[in-house]
């Protein structure tokens, strides 16, 4: 199918990017294009204006300041995948880069499109959720940020406001005692995971606690397994699948009953990632 017939405007600014939002009311803007045009062609979104944000600048970039990792809301995924900041600063990122879909892909989508587009099946949106992480929004009213577990609001719906843009995200730099851990299963390499798991935590020897695991792929947005979470923290591994607190819904890719039985197998894989010691 071809989409719907659509202007297109290159924002200069970010100040120009927001008033087009609010004269074009069901504008959209285009980062890497590895969402939105699949849905244009697929008519599912008939916007009348796309407005192209990848000529602002101030919205690129990786840096590492005041505690914090923050990533340019148009970096790319494979930008991400190759950043030394990452990999030192927010690992959890850098592992969960290369099962976002293949390397074409990763070329042309951004960090920003992936959490404003909040798709379920999604690995970065976990891993935001997972490191307690916050995203940064500019509109008419000026900026402001939101944490990640205020965020993702439902199925492809997050807090952002009609008229923003997403700016960058932001999470805690890692410290020596920070680990991470990231897994999920996909039919093939590079499809969007049945489920997967985002977790990070703090660990003294074998011991964890602030342990945060975020599921993908059983719900309308990333979930966290609070009890699970408490369970790995004060028993162990098979009491936290055990705790796994989980309502899955079947969907094309698996029945719930499969999604919750893969759920512990990824808890395990990703538990023994959190305990290994450096
Ligand atoms: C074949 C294929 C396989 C894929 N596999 C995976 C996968 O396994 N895992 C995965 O996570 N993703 C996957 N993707 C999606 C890919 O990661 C996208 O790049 C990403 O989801 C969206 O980023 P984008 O920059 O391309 O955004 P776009 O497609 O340009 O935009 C997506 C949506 O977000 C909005 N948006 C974009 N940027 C901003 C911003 N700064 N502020 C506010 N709103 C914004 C747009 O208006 C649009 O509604 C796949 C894509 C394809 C085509």
Redesign the pocket.
Known sequence: MKPAPFAYKRARTLDEAVALLGEHKDA???????????TLNMRL?TPSLLVD?NGISG?AGVAHKNGKVEIG??VR?AEAERSELIAKYAALIARAMP????AA?RN???L???I??A?P????PACLLALDGEVEASGPQGKRTIRAQDFFKGLFETA?GPQ????AIRVPAAGKDTRVGFAEL?RRH????IVGLAASARADGKKLSDVRLAYFGVGATPMRARKAEAALASGGVEAAVAALDLDPHDDIQATAKTKKHLAGVLLRRVANQLLETR
Not at 99 to 102: A, K, L, N, S
Not at 121 to 124: F, H
């Open positions: 959209r803007l285009l980062a890497g294009g590895q969402s939105l045009i699949a979104s944000i919205l809301a148009l995924h099962h976002i879909g293949h892909i042309r989508g951004t920003g499109g992936s404003a587009f798709d099946a999604a690995e970065l952002l923003e843009v997403l700016t996909a590079g499809d969007y995971a």
